[in-house]
């Protein structure tokens, strides 16, 4: 399988202001994008502060901060 490009996909979404999950680290709380260069990210999470993080490497998932946290069963 084809590796995707940065601006593919989710990629394209890790836009300044978006809300993501670091799907490795849940417990770093509801992340905002600061900035996106190509595939390197920093996100600010309210748990760690600010990381930069590789997109091609580590799939964030972007969501609604109305659907964070997920409700549990």
Do not use: C
């Amino acid at each position: 399988m084809a590796r995707s490009g940065p601006e593919s996909g989710a990629a394209a979404l890790l836009t300044p202001g978006a809300y993501v999950v670091h799907p490795g680290q849940p417990d770093w709380g509801l992340g905002q994008v600061q900035s996106a260069v190509g595939s390197r990210v920093t996100v600010n999470f309210p748990h760690v502060g600010k990381q930069l993080i590789d997109a091609g490497v580590v799939p964030l998932r972007v969501v609604e901060p109305e659907d964070w946290p997920p409700e549990g069963p």
